[in-house]
């Protein structure tokens, strides 16, 4: 089985209360690529700069994941984004956000990208991400956006969502695409639009999922310390679509199921947290 993501490969700076770093590895196909790896071979697809180096590269590498379809633009630099989290660390505050190489990404996909099992689309321009899925012979295929595409971009937003199997955005955003109030009626509204099913993130709070058939909800996994949730969403969609491409790439209701717990626990990773075990330790046998 392999799995193709198209989407950003960036240097964060992030800042909370609990700490502060300059210029990590980030950026949604980064993310994703990590979690996926535990399950299927993984392709992403996207640009860099010069800054990318040697040290960026084997981050991925040795996780098997295949670049060969990362661009190397060269004279530029890579995409970067500075953001700070208060004490609710559901919500970051962007500080800087430099393009770079992304603002003139035009997706340049391998043969083997476009003859992937599954695709997953991270949050990009939807008519890129509409450019892509007409290049790729995917089974299953997954799209990500976020709520500047709904307010400028929303008619292409909705023709890209047509053209996947899954949605897999946070809960307000569905509301906002359709206008309805209501989570679950909003999920059915998309699911009219084409895709089989319907992946709502909702931060620590966990993640929905709706299909035809019915209702799944699983709660997020209780970290006592969490430090960074950047790319925790990112995180949860490769462990979703890493497990299932993994196991066949179906969409049955068991293994969707299975992929929301997956997902959930590299999600958890993602968040930088270390789990207190004093407890656990005084109340043993």
């Not at 949604?28 to 800054?51: I, K, M, Y």
């Not at 984004?81 to 800087?96: C, I, K, N």
């Not at 430090?227 to 969403?233: E, L, S, V």
């Not at 990773?269 to 046998?285: H, I, K, N, V």
């Amino acid at each position: 089985m392999s799995l193709t993501v198209v989407g950003s490969i960036a240097f964060d700076a992030v800042k909370t209360p609990f700490g502060e770093r300059e210029r990590m590895l980030g950026g949604a196909a980064v993310h994703f690529s990590l979690a996926a790896s535990f399950f299927t071979e993984v392709r992403p697809v996207g640009p860099v700069g010069d800054d990318f180096g040697a040290a960026e590269f084997e981050v991925l590498e040795s996780r098997g994941i295949l670049t060969d379809d990362i661009e190397r633009v060269e004279g530029g630099r890579s995409f970067f984004w500075r953001g700070r989290y208060g004490y609710d660390l559901s919500v970051a505050h962007t500080e800087d956000t430099q393009l770079g190489v992304f603002a003139e990404f035009e997706p340049k996909l391998s043969e083997g990208s476009k003859a992937a099992d599954t695709l997953f689309l991270a949050n990009i321009q939807p008519d890129l991400q509409r450019q892509v899925r007409s290049q790729c012979a995917a089974r299953l295929s997954g799209l990500d956006s976020m709520n500047l595409w709904i307010e400028t971009a929303k008619d292409s937003l909705r023709a890209a969502i047509a053209e996947v199997d899954c949605l897999l955005v946070n809960d307000a955003e569905i509301r906002q695409l359709t206008g309805e109030s209501n989570l679950a009626r909003a999920a059915r509204a998309v699911m009219e639009l084409g895709p089989c099913a319907v992946v709502a993130k909702q931060g620590e709070y966990g993640a929905a999922l709706f299909t035809e058939n019915g209702f799944f909800a699983l709660p997020g996994f209780p970290l006592e310390d969490v430090r960074d949730p950047t790319g925790a969403g990112d995180s949860f969609a490769g462990g979703f679509f890493g497990y299932l491409d993994g196991h066949g790439g179906g969409l049955d209701e068991a293994h969707l199921r299975r992929a929301m717990g997956y997902g959930t626990v590299l999600a958890s990773f993602a968040s930088a947290a270390r789990r207190s075990t004093s407890a656990s330790r005084r109340c043993a046998g």
